[in-house]
């Protein structure tokens, strides 16, 4: 089994039976496609898109080394034991050095994150000691947190930043700590009580707002869907994620937003495209979420090339 090593220090690379993939699946090479967009020796990013053709769980993989992963397109599930985990735009995922997991695709499309690396020595500084095993090795004792409307920001300028290629390094290293310590920080780490049948009830709700982002969904139509009354679907859905469903869908649409506006010229099809009943619902929405305009952060993503 081999591992990587990016440029002296470890990155989200794995131990793999077959061919190697840039985020632990045995896959053929044609499934992914990987970006090395930044690498300071301290903190390493890449882009990895991934095609998603392993519907069902993959062969078991091993990550080489502790970092961190954040969805900003579509989505997936990790499984770790009997445990798994959504990876989708509203969350980032914590891959731990040695830990054995599968992934599975449950929804067509593919998927896209943005993986960050940092320094052991500097990510054991920046997580809260409530995220971290109790033992010498570095390592977080969850599969993976929701993040606010900010860290998502974040992901993407920090993305949109580093392809364009005009940001300094470290101005680099400064978005992708901030946004370690915004993904880790207290307005982050919602800790759920529910119980096992909850969150699996929850994960199947996600998978189905995936599988058509744009739908108006009606809580009666998730609830048919799903199976079960609308009212016990909103209180578990709250229980685990600790917000209302619809604000948990808006957020995931408003993502999609952040991925898209960079290359967008009309944001009045943008927002239909998107569901949004007009452009202005579109652009209040976008604003109170990220605090400016589609068209404000269209401009900042690309103020560094101009």
Known sequence: MTCEVMAGMPAPAYHRQ???SPRGRTSTMTDF???????????????VLCAGHCRHRSAEECASSTHLVFPYRGLYLRHVGQDQSVADANHALLFNAGEAY???????????????????????????????????ELGFNRQSLRIDARAQALVALLRHSLQIGHIEALEAESLALTLVCRSLGPRTAHATAA????????????????????RRWSLEEIAAEIGGSAVYLTQAFQQVEGLPLYRYHLQLRLARALDLIPHSQDMSALALDLGFSSHSHFSAAFKQAYGRTPTA???SAYAKSA
């Open 33 to 47: 496609a990987v970006s090395r967009l930044f690498d300071s020796g301290t903190v390493a990013v890449r882009n």
């Open 18 to 20: 077959r061919t190697p």
């Open 195 to 214: 119980t096992h049948s909850r969150r699996r009830l929850v994960d199947r709700v996600k998978v189905l707002l995936a599988e058509d982002l744009t």
């Open 297 to 299: 952060f269209r401009r």
């Open 102 to 136: 599968q992934v599975s695709h449950p929804v067509l499309g593919g998927d896209s994150s943005l993986v960050l690396a940092i320094s052991a020595p500097l990510l054991r500084e920046l997580a809260p000691a409530e995220l971290l095993h109790k033992r010498d």
